[in-house]
């Protein structure tokens, strides 16, 4: 309600199903929200897609969180987020004005503060989505895998010396040019930055094949954003 103060088209998007759906829904009539917020009800990984890509920001405002593993899943998708401080990704995943921001638990006017500086920071839109792209790329289920080896290999011998993990997929240098919008980001681990993926079906000509079998391009056309539209 706060936002929409200052901003009179914002909207949120409420994703997910639940036993507090009608009380949400009371609640956002009761405070004249109707057009403001939506519930949109549980979604797919294709639909999700869709949503991180018009997205101002992905806002998890948990109060208990191990981790907050859809941070990952929207920052892959180029999303920036803003994450209560109680999840345990923060640290880690939520870099200040660049790939999001945090905010204290249950605070809602921090939470209102961060909605507010979150429209000001990622104003440029490709760029934040690179942000995020790129940050990600350390947490590619390859490198964890590569992580936990090398881990594993440091207890049964903690003598040895511990150099970085020969596995590690080295960035990918996609040939640059342009292909359809129906192009979307690699969720194959790959570690190219600035880059786009899909199967090598098709464009065999002009793409570079990557370390984890896919093919990848950087598609000028194509800008890469977030979800969840504030």
Request: hydrophobic fraction near 35%; include cysteine; proline fraction near 7%.
């Amino acid at each position: 309600a706060q936002i929409q103060k200052d901003h009179p088209d914002v909207r949120v998007d409420l994703i997910g199903a639940g036993p507090l759906k009608d009380e949400l829904k009371s609640m956002i009539e009761a405070a004249g929200l109707t057009r403001h917020v939506r519930l949109l009800g549980s979604m797919d990984i294709r639909q999700l897609a869709v949503q991180y890509a018009k997205a101002t920001a992905m806002i998890l405002p948990s109060t208990s969180e191990p981790w907050g593993l859809v941070v990952n899943e929207a920052m892959s998708h180029g999303c920036p987020c803003i994450v209560s401080d109680i999840c345990g990704c923060v640290p880690e995943l939520v870099v200040a004005a660049k790939t999001g921001f945090s905010f204290r638990a249950s605070d809602a006017q921090d939470l209102h503060q961060k909605m507010m500086a979150a429209c000001i920071a990622f104003k440029n839109r490709e760029e934040t989505s690179m942000n995020c792209i790129e940050h990600m790329r350390r947490f590619s289920p390859q490198n964890a895998a590569c992580q936990i080896i090398e881990g594993c290999k440091s207890i049964l011998n903690p003598n040895r010396s511990t150099p970085r993990p020969s596995c590690f997929l080295a960035p990918c240098r996609p040939r640059f040019t342009d292909f359809p919008r129906s192009t979307r980001p690699c969720w194959n681990g790959c570690s190219s930055t600035a880059a786009w993926c899909r199967s090598s079906i098709g464009h065999r000509r002009r793409a570079v094949r990557c370390g984890t079998g896919f093919v990848c391009w950087r598609a000028s056309s194509v800008r890469p954003q977030g979800a969840l539209p504030l």
